[in-house]
């Protein structure tokens, strides 16, 4: 039967048969929208009004604009309805071909976010508050930095970055993170991304196959290392952190990239035992450990745990980053490397030619130097503590079947779910207007024997304006 929707005012020429009622529903909306005949912002009719309109039931209309809802197309919040995306995802579907609920939808929710639409409250984890980067006070500082930097600066200079940058974080990370680390060992990086790569051009020509990996993490982390050739075996994990010991049994490990200070996404600090067995593992094999501190300066219920690189500098490989602490738009970390790895690194980082621009590592020098960037973290860790406070307050009070966890430092926590109850979770906080990864997003594909499930909340990402309705937002799809 053919049917139009009159009180919509467009004619929307669905043929709606058999048992293709939904998708059928599903296609005409993504067409309407594609076409412009659906404005960005327009509102829809209610589930019960476009039902009764068309002759079906409610819950094929309402499973239909959750379905778009959860690939972008559409919005909705409570109090107004459901409305047209302000901006239509990248990714299309073939018409006459249904969204099928699981891993496509968990995909359009971690995966790039469009640049005006989506999803109302964005709860992916990873970002900070950039709402909150201190416009005022870099700029102070690039003005400074500028004025007081040498003509030789704008060269091409030195590959491991500037002297004055590398001094600042070698103070820093000194008194801040318990890191060894004098101005000739750092390396200036264009991202964590940039200083991985290297890292694996340096293990693949020391023969290295293989480097183990937490049985959870980032997988695209995982996709780089196998790109430069390397295996990526898993170590087991459970409350204690990552069970370093099974490194012993590993033959073929050369290697181990960690997480130690607070594991991604479990949240969990390693055991001081744990961080004992890595060090020992490495100086008896020769073994190298890549430690990611992506967000050591955010810790909140004791005082932080210092960095594993102070156990055995000679070993390990630290690696930071003000993409959390700052902006990751910057585009600035750094490695400090043990003494025998500096000139391999700087040939392997001469050969790719990434370099941070000198502007902004001067002014990240500067902005240390000056007791800025000590302000700036003590203010965002205030900040970001009362935002774990408020969701953890939140969810005992209207979720209270939910254990969170993960959440004594940083800027994400983990919502603990039953088995079997993640895709539905998902689903949930979409229909709310939440973009919010699963755990199991997170998961290696050879952790086999740890699948747990829940979501990973990034709650540092939402501007203050937005944090309130997030929140409510989140806790609404909970209930």
Not at 112 to 119: C, Q
Not at 230 to 257: C, E, I, Q, S
Not at 294 to 307: C, K, T
């Amino acid at each position: 039967m053919m049917d139009s929707w009159a009180t919509f005012g467009a004619d929307l020429h669905l043929e709606l048969r058999g048992t293709r009622l939904r998708s059928g529903l599903m296609d005409a909306l993504r067409e309407a929208v594609r076409t412009g005949r659906l404005a960005p912002g327009t509102r829809l009719p209610s589930s019960r009004s476009l039902a009764a309109d068309l002759g079906v039931a409610r819950n094929t209309v309402a499973d239909a604009y959750a379905e778009l809802v959860a690939e972008g197309w559409l919005v909705a919040q409570q109090g107004s309805g459901t409305r047209v995306a302000l901006g239509a995802p990248a990714w299309r579907r073939p018409r006459g071909r249904s969204a099928p609920r699981g891993p496509l939808v968990r995909e359009s929710l971690v995966g790039p976010r469009p640049v005006s639409g989506g999803p109302a409250h964005d709860l992916k984890p990873g970002s900070p508050d950039l709402a909150r980067f201190p416009r005022a006070e870099w700029l102070r500082a690039a003005r400074r930095a500028l004025t007081a930097a040498p003509h030789e600066a704008f060269g091409y200079g030195d590959p491991r970055g500037r002297i004055e940058l590398r001094t600042a974080l070698a103070d820093y990370l000194a008194r801040a993170r318990g890191v060894y680390a004098a101005p000739e060992r750092v390396v200036v990086c264009n991202g964590f991304v940039h200083g991985l790569m290297l890292m694996g051009k340096v293990l693949g020509r020391r023969r290295v196959r293989e480097v183990a990996v937490d049985s959870y993490g980032l997988d695209f982390h995982w996709d780089l290392l196998t790109r430069e050739g390397l295996r990526t075996p898993v170590l087991p994990f459970d409350k204690a952190g990552t069970r370093t010991r099974a490194l012993g049994t590993m033959r073929g490990v050369g290697a181990v990239l960690m997480t130690p200070a607070h594991q991604f996404p479990m949240g969990v600090p390693l055991h001081p035992d744990r961080r004992a067995a890595a060090v020992d593992w490495a100086r008896r094999t020769g073994g190298v450990i890549l430690e990611d501190d992506y967000d050591g300066e955010f810790r909140y219920d004791r005082q932080p745990v210092g960095a594993l690189q102070g156990l055995d500098p000679e070993r390990v490989v630290y690696m930071g980053t003000a993409s959390k602490s700052l902006a990751p738009g910057l585009r600035l970390a750094w490695m400090v490397l043990p003494e025998s790895m500096v000139g391999e690194v700087l040939e392997a980082k001469g050969r790719e030619e990434w370099a941070s621009g000198v502007l902004d590592q001067l002014t990240l020098a500067e902005f240390i130097m000056s007791g800025a960037y000590d302000r700036h973290v003590r203010g965002m860790r205030l900040r970001y503590r009362r935002r774990r406070d408020q969701l953890v307050a939140a969810l005992a009070e209207r979720a209270p079947a939910v254990r969170v966890s993960g959440i004594a430092a940083g800027l994400h926590a983990v919502l603990e779910l039953p088995q079997g109850s993640e895709p539905e979770a998902i689903r949930a906080a979409a229909w709310h207007g939440l973009a919010v990864p699963g755990l199991s997003d997170f998961r290696h594909a050879d952790a086999v024997a740890d699948a747990r499930e829940g979501l990973v909340v990034g709650y540092a990402t939402p501007p203050d304006s937005a944090w309130a309705g997030a929140l409510d937002a989140l806790c609404r799809s909970l209930e």
